[in-house]
């Protein structure tokens, strides 16, 4: 793109980890002033090579020129003087310290080397957060009373309060909105505006497309392309990069609108409520539907999911399976009565990530392989097999540690969970959420199944196309209220996102 | 888990619960509980190292009075009392918490179980009151803790501080000496059973019943759950509450059966009893690779540790060293056992 010199080359960086050969010789330039975006399925190898890239993690192999010299990321701290600040998926702000004391961790201004001036952190911090065009955030407050778009601003700030040459952005804007998606695209173009290099990681192509200068796709631990323009590079040519094959989005048949219709409702829901998440909210379902819930983040989504499921106690309103209604605010009331969620934090919400396979899928049905308490592990074990097998999940290794396994067989042990357990109204937040590409068609095609089989979905998703590809009928919501109600087949992606921001029904 | 079939074939008794369509699939699930069983015996195989050590040196050091069988039984004896403690405890940890106040419920337990009103019942009265009040310790405890939202670490060392208290003000600080002869008797070297003191039986049968329940019960499963990820077991439909009840519960009945060894042991009860056998419990079940954090840990670990450390206290006072050295030695021990932990989990991980 410039004739001038690299700011950053990496070239040639392979690091293992016991049993994994995670970057493979890896290769990666950037310039000052541009967008790089890195590619890559879940495993591809992006992480470590930006914990490499933030002095987090030392290289077994290759070498790192910064603005021509060759250097040795030994710490974070090196990374951080010579000007490389990365902010992370998780980020890493301490919630009790106010704005300012977060934005200075680490180098505050001092009296005396060790008094700190509060006063004058919290001006520049304001600075800082004005340039970053969020002057309403107060540098004096907690962070942990911040959205997660504001805490990402702060995270933001306390790299560029560092004299920064080169940001790392892994997935920055997996947690937003679109509109705060649109200030964090303008955050960037300010940045790159004054020269600074940014290294942005997303799984969203249209992003890359908005405001990537070039691309390096990883797959891996390889980098199959280095340095391809963003903009112009075909779409079809970038998923087949990172998958090693050709993948659209594949959704799975559905069955013809007013199948089910004859069938009695497994669940009702009359007039769930929770005061400040979302209002009064009505929905059936039937054996062998799948009912989608769209709607922005915030819009209350996974808060009607947990509620249903009992994880939150509604301040009006019942739940009802076959027409009984449940002991509200009991998970266990729900998982008897035959629901189950696959939670949108799988690791935190659902896994026991040290433990195997056999007993991630059998924690929920434990009684059903014991006498007296006493656990026939045989059975369980065959039992949590046959459920592993149906939907397919690999490694087939009943002892193989969850934390092992792809994102989208994760899902799978838990999906093997409420088969194992009988479940029949299956609840799914954010099901392909950190799941490949390659990998969600598969999940969807399982979806599907288990619902021809009977099983009745209630999807929740913030991929518009994913509901309107698997679901059958799609509510619309948006602050906490229903807006909209229709057949999947009779809406667009552009309708939903239509009715996701303005609320308002035209039809 | 490339067993040879020979090897898999000692799982015979287990492959009767597979049906098993075809031939291959049982022999290779037979490779694999075993190759989980190997993994567990090397996690403890330091500790079996270190044991093996500190055998050797107190046999060359003080051959004739160290390898005495009268010594190895004192040993086991010692370790007997807090080694039932341990096991407790070790299932607190394992599921994520914290009991302080096992030392104190010892203490409280053995000196209710030893007042005059309670000896005029015998035998059975001062075993009944000793788990009575364990049980009823454990209780406030977990009730505490699971339904009053309290952290455990605080709960506990409410109890520690309460039970103490209240041991004091039932024995005004005197010892109480047991008449009951029935209850000393099994003290002395006539009750042995084949030269094991009945003691040593009872955290055998302890630690047994232990290991059963964590790995062969839904009861453990459900405690390892609770420790690894508490949300995922609530979201899972495991009644998480009532689970750190019942293991409170279960710390309180250990300090209660500890209680009354102690009694046995000792001929009496004292408010001092059980005097930082939290601190020894806790100790002994990280050397044996619990997890503070819970979600991971083994009876066997504990066990181990807690014989590590009688055996070290036997040694030094063998060689005449007093008790400051020994607590040295323990603290380097722990620091010793935790790092080389962190090693082999670090090369055990993928």
Same mark, same amino acid.
């Given at each position: 793109m410039a004739p001038e010199p690299p700011l950053l080359t990496m070239s040639g960086i392979t690091k293992s980890f016991p049993g994994v050969r995670?970057?493979?010789g890896v290769d990666l330039e950037v310039v000052a002033g541009e967008v790089h975006c890195l590619l890559g399925q879940n495993g591809a190898g992006k992480s470590t090579l930006i914990k490499v890239l933030a002095g987090a993690h030392q290289p077994d192999g290759g070498t790192i020129t910064w603005g021509g010299e060759p250097v040795r990321l030994t710490s974070p701290i090196t990374a951080m003087r010579l000007g490389i600040a990365t902010i992370y998926q998780e980020l890493d702000l301490?919630?009790?310290?106010s704005v300012a004391e977060n934005v200075f961790l680490g180098h505050e201004p001092t009296s005396a080397g060790f008094v700190v001036r509060t006063r004058e952190a919290r001006t520049r911090a304001a600075a800082l957060l004005r340039r970053l065009?969020?002057?309403?955030?107060?540098?004096?407050?907690?962070?942990?009373?911040?959205?997660a778009a504001h805490q990402q601003i702060v995270s933001m700030a306390r790299a560029l309060s560092?004299?920064?040459?080169l940001i790392v952005m892994d997935?920055?804007?997996?947690?937003?909105?679109p509109d705060e998606v649109d200030n964090l695209f303008r955050i960037v173009d300010g940045l790159t505006a004054d020269g600074v290099a940014v290294v942005y990681i997303s799984h969203r192509l249209e992003e890359i497309r908005r405001i990537g200068d070039r691309v390096t796709v990883l797959k891996d631990g390889r980098?199959?392309?280095?340095?391809?323009?963003a903009k112009s590079t075909p779409t079809r040519d970038v998923v087949a990069l990172m998958t090693g094959r050709n993948v659209e989005y594949v959704f799975p048949e559905r069955p013809? *609108?007013? #199948?089910? $219709?004859g069938a009695e409702p497994v669940l009702k829901v009359e007039g769930l409520t929770r005061k400040g998440e979302f209002e009064p909210v009505d929905l059936e379902l039937r054996p062998g539907e799948i009912v989608g819930l769209a709607g922005?983040?915030?819009?209350g989504r996974s808060e009607i999911l947990e509620t249903v499921y009992g994880a939150r106690r509604p301040t009006a309103g019942r739940v009802l399976v076959d027409g009984a209604p449940l002991r509200v605010g009991s998970v266990r009331a729900a998982v008897a009565a035959g629901i189950g969620l696959a939670p949108e934090e799988r690791k935190a919400?659902?896994?026991?990530?040290?433990?195997s396979v056999t007993r991630n899928v059998s924690v929920s049905s434990l009684s059903r392989f014991a006498r007296a308490g006493w656990l026939d592990r045989g059975a369980e074990r065959d039992a949590a097999r046959t459920a592993t097998r149906e939907l397919s999940l690999?490694?087939?290794? *009943?002892? #193989?540690? $969850?934390?092992?396994?792809s994102g989208g067989n994760q899902q799978k042990a838990v999906l093997a969970r409420w088969l194992l357990r009988g479940c029949r109204v299956l609840l799914l937040d954010e099901?392909?959420?950190?799941?490949d590409v390659g990998a969600r068609a598969e999940l969807y095609a399982v979806i599907r199944r288990l619902a021809d089989e009977g099983l009745a979905v209630l999807l929740v998703s913030s991929e518009v196309p994913e509901v309107l590809g698997l679901a059958d009928r799609v509510l619309v919501l948006r602050e906490g209220r229903v807006v909209h109600s229709a057949?999947?087949?009779?809406?667009d992606e552009h309708r939903v996102l239509d009715l996701v921001m303005e609320g308002s029904p035209t039809s | 888990m490339t067993q040879p079939a020979p090897s898999a074939q000692h799982h015979g008794p287990e492959k009767g619960t597979v049906p098993g369509p075809a031939a291959a699939p049982p022999s290779k699930q037979g490779g694999g509980p075993r190759a989980l069983g190997l993994r567990v015996d090397v996690r403890n195989l330091s500790l079996l190292g270190v044991l093996a050590v500190l055998i050797a040196v107190g046999g060359i050091t003080e051959p004739d009075a160290f390898l005495d069988t009268g010594n190895l039984q004192l040993i086991l004896t010692q370790s007997s009392v807090i080694g039932v403690v341990t096991v407790g405890v070790t299932f607190v940890i394992i599921s994520g918490g914290i009991d302080l106040s096992v030392g104190a419920m010892v203490a409280l337990a053995s000196v209710w179980a030893t007042t005059l009103a309670t000896q005029e019942y015998g035998f059975a009265g001062i075993l009944f009151t000793a788990v009575v009040v364990g049980l009823a310790a454990g209780l406030v405890n977990g009730l505490l803790i699971?339904?009053?939202?309290?952290v455990p670490f605080i709960a506990t060392l409410a109890m520690l501080a309460s039970a103490r208290g209240l041991a004091l003000q039932i024995t005004d600080g005197k010892t109480q000496i047991v008449t009951v002869q029935s209850v000393l008797d099994?003290?002395?070297?006539?009750?042995?059973?084949l030269g094991i003191p009945p003691l040593v039986l009872v955290f055998a049968a302890v630690t047994v019943a232990g290991w059963l329940i964590l790995n062969r019960t839904t009861f453990g499963r459900r405690t390892v759950a609770v420790g690894g990820n508490a949300e995922a077991a609530r979201l899972a439909g495991i009644d998480v509450r009532r689970q750190r009840l019942y293991l409170y519960l279960l710390s309180g009945l250990c300090c209660g059966i500890a209680a009354f060894m102690l009694v046995i042991l000792s001929g009496s009860g004292q408010?001092?009893?059980?005097?930082?056998y939290e601190l020894d419990a806790i100790a002994a079940a990280i050397i044996g690779g619990t997890l503070l954090s819970g979600g991971r840990g083994t009876i066997v670990g504990s066990v181990l540790g807690v014989l590590v450390f009688t055996t070290i206290t036997n040694i030094f006072a063998l060689n005449n060293l007093q008790s400051d050295v020994q607590q040295i030695a323990k603290g380097a021990i722990i620091v010793a056992a935790v790092l080389v932990q962190r090693r082999t989990l670090r090369g055990g991980e993928t």
């Open positions: 995670a970057l493979d301490v919630e009790g310290l065009g969020h002057p309403e955030i107060d540098p004096a407050r907690p962070v942990g009373d911040l959205s560092h004299d920064v040459r997935e920055p804007s997996a947690a937003l909105d980098a199959v392309a280095v340095g391809l323009p013809e *609108p007013g #199948a089910r $219709v922005l983040v915030g819009s919400q659902a896994l026991l990530l040290t433990e690999r490694p087939d290794n *009943p002892d #193989a540690a $969850v934390r092992t396994l099901p392909t959420r950190g799941v057949d999947a087949r009779e809406l | 699971s339904y009053g939202g309290m099994l003290g002395l070297p006539d009750s042995y059973v408010n001092t009893n059980g005097n930082l």
